[in-house]
């Protein structure tokens, strides 16, 4: 997301993109180091000089829009646009930074303010909400269950203190952060025609919170804001009470217990590092490795992690959530997940990455019985995928990725589900000024 100047004159860099990959000599340009984020970067493309702009990472607008598409995957979800609008403000002598994401149904916004009498200590304030006014079934291997569908809802605040750190390399994302805030919300319901008769519309409630958040960041990022060099990790832990809960539920899935959920506990992790290939002395290869797990107790529909959290993107925050390839944005719901990704990639031109990535996780998914009853179990998700990120023409970037995934069950239109689903998915994103 970024702007060149070739020879005086603007040019499309995804153009640039596929005829200097054919055209530059590799070998010389291994001894060229990898552009880092936001920093000022010249290099000569085809004979022609090549100017990089420095850019202020403290102030991001940018808007993102992409396509999934998964081939015999869930039912209203073999086609899922997806987008946002994002917001980043760190000032300039870090006592204060906002965060947020906007994306109409689905929000999440973070503030902290530095308290200038005690160094390093902040307050910090949130809000997240989620409003779809439909119903949502769920999905078991691929096939939707019609007879849970239900309109559900919620909305978040929050407040409480932070502390943080700045670590090297020094970078205005770089630091250690931990915060613990009370997140006082509210979850209301509504029954949907399509399901079933015998299933009890859960009650609105009042949710209180309470969050502690560790993150911790040393990475250093390349022009495209991936990770380069360095580690990152960090979790989420939440205790959470409702006011009033009482039994719902009662079709296809196990009736829930009603009095153990309305207090539960869960705690996620994440951690990721990057660096070279050990026996080859150029910057243009990068490993890359990261894991997510995540477990919880008296966990419901309503409050179990939702799988994937996201397709791309390694800013912050958007570190944490988790990847899974091939999955349908939340279809799964899990109270206990373990996921590692090990991906390689290559700086084929300086604004060009190709990737490929293994991954393999356990993660406790409904399955159906012999007898036709649902029961949750842990199972293997072995996976593949390959793709490509590139800059491409008015600030923007661009992702192309495929993945097969060999653990999660596909929808064969009326036959039994299989194991095994292809995914695809085109992001694109673009900085405004």
Known sequence: ???????????????????????????G????????????????????????????????????????YLHDGPSFYQVLPFGAFYVWRHSGDYSERFRGTFAVAVNDLAYNVG??????????????????????????????????????NYIFAGFGVAYRKLLLPGHQDNALELSLTYEPGF???????????????PNDTYEGRVHLRLRNDALERNLMELPHRGYAFGGDFFYGHRATWKQWGGVAFDKPNAERERDYIMGSFYGLAAAGIPWIQSERHR?????????????????????????TGYEWEAL??????????????????????????????????????????????????????????MDPMPAVSAGVVSAGPWRSQIEINYSYNFGIYSDHGGGPPIAGRHGFFVFWSKEFR
Request: charged residues 20%; neutral net charge.
């Open 320 to 377: 944490a959530l988790p990847i899974l390839p091939s999955v349908a944005f939340n279809e799964l719901f899990p109270s206990r997940y373990a996921i590692v990704h090990a991906t390689y990639r290559y700086e084929a031109v300086f604004f060009l990455y190709p990737y490929i990535r293994g991954s393999y996780g356990l993660v406790e998914q409904a399955r159906f019985q012999p007898d036709g009853s649902i029961r949750k179990q």
């Open 29 to 68: 340009a291994q001894d060229q180091p990898t552009p880092l984020a936001g920093q000022e970067f010249h290099t000569e493309v085809l004979g022609e000089e090549v100017d990089v702009a420095p850019r202020d990472r403290k102030t991001v607008t940018a808007a993102s829009f992409g396509v999934q």
């Open 287 to 311: 490993l890359i490795v990261s894991f997510y797990g995540g477990i919880g107790q008296n966990l419901d529909r309503f409050s179990a992690f939702r799988l994937p959290g996201r397709p």
């Open 115 to 152: 308290i200038h009498s005690l160094p390093g200590w902040e307050l910090r304030f949130t809000f997240n909400n989620m409003i779809i006014p439909l119903g949502r079934a769920e999905y078991v291997e691929g096939q939707i269950i019609r007879g849970v569908e239900v309109e559900w």
């Open 1 to 27: 997301m970024f702007e060149t100047s070739v020879g005086h004159s603007h040019v499309p860099l995804a153009f640039c993109c596929f005829i200097s990959i054919l055209l530059i000599d590799p070998v």
């Open 187 to 201: 979850r209301w319901f509504r029954g949907s025609k399509d399901a079933s008769p015998n299933f009890i519309v």
